[in-house]
């Protein structure tokens, strides 16, 4: 009863929240054309009860895209003493950077399934941050830290759209590969 009158446990609203941000920009992803980009969501990664919320395929590269909708400024902020100083991530005055750190697992999952063809194209596999509703300042540009990209939906689509070597039938039997050893969650 207490549940019913609070709409529910605090965990279900997150993830109902982070559900909402991998819908909407999943939507964005979609909209991109198919031959310049295509997008599977929602990938299982195997032996494992974790998923990828989108794997895009460009001409430019592969990109492993985890969704995530927050609210407050975001920030790149360098903690540490001088001689060992370290990129952290902040977002509403909170460290985030564990988010960085779980990347690791979702890019070793899609570099497994599709490794030769990565090395045959020469194509990078960059994982990908993206936030939505969080504040970003004006004059702001997309970072990254620890060899993860930290963008937001327009920059993110931008950087998607540029230019590369694959060609449409080659972004097809990236998606194949990656949707065959990748089945939906």
């Known amino acids: 009863m207490i549940l019913r009158a609070t709409n529910g446990p605090a965990s279900t609203r997150v993830w109902a929240t982070g559900s909402e941000g991998e819908r909407l920009i999943g939507a964005g992803l979609d909209a991109i054309d198919e031959r310049i980009a295509i997008t599977l969501h929602d990938r299982r990664i195997p032996r494992s009860r974790a998923n990828i919320d989108h794997i895009t395929i460009a001409r430019s590269g592969v990109f492993v895209i985890d969704s995530k909708r927050y ?79 930290i963008e937001w939906p327009r920059p993110l689509k931008k950087r998607l759209e540029q230019a590369g070597p694959l060609a449409p039938a080659e972004l097809r039997l990236f998606a194949r590969n990656l949707a065959t050893a990748l089945p939906p969650a």
């Open 71 to 149: 609210s407050g400024r975001l920030e790149l902020r360098r903690a540490g003493p001088l001689w060992m100083r370290e990129r952290r991530l902040y977002i509403g005055g909170r460290d985030k950077t564990k988010l960085v750190e779980g990347m690791a697992k979702q890019t070793a999952a899609v570099r497994e399934a599709i490794q030769p063809l990565l090395e045959e194209f020469e194509l990078p596999l960059t994982p990908v941050l993206c936030f939505l509703g969080v504040d970003v300042p004006l004059l702001a540009r997309p970072f990254e830290i620890n060899g993860v990209r």
